[in-house]
């Protein structure tokens, strides 16, 4: 079982900055392909970005360049720093763990970018 608990979304202006945390419990984190998933209102949840037990990276290409994913297994974290956030970035961001046919979400975070 692994629960994972998301932090660090709020208000920003358009071309500002957010640092999100996905902190993790349970074992076996390294291994879990790790991923932060956003749903805007009245669309469906996509992959923002992903990263492997091995450390291999995946972006959707409205992020690529804007976004970084980054994992600490010692710590059982995963973050999502988010540079020119633009309002389309606006949504309610989850984590994800998944390893096999195990799968978890967190609660999510909710980021808006207005001005």
């Known amino acids: 079982q692994v629960q994972l608990v998301e932090s660090g979304g709020g208000l920003v202006q358009p071309g500002g900055s957010l640092r999100l945390s996905c902190a993790a419990s349970?074992?076996?984190?390294?291994?879990?392909?790790m991923g932060w998933y956003r749903q805007a209102p009245g669309k469906q949840r996509e992959l923002v970005a992903a990263?492997?037990?091995?450390?291999?990276?995946n972006y959707a290409d409205t992020v690529k360049g804007r976004f970084t994913i980054s994992r600490d297994n010692a710590e059982k974290a995963t973050y999502l720093q988010m540079n020119s956030l633009k309002p389309e970035d606006t949504a309610v961001y989850y984590c994800?763990?998944?390893?096999?046919?195990?799968?978890?979400w967190g609660q999510g975070t909710q980021v808006t970018v207005s001005s």
């Open positions: 994800n763990a998944k390893l096999g046919g195990l799968l978890y």
């Open positions: 990263i492997t037990g091995g450390g291999l990276l």
């Open positions: 349970g074992s076996m984190f390294s291994l879990y392909t």
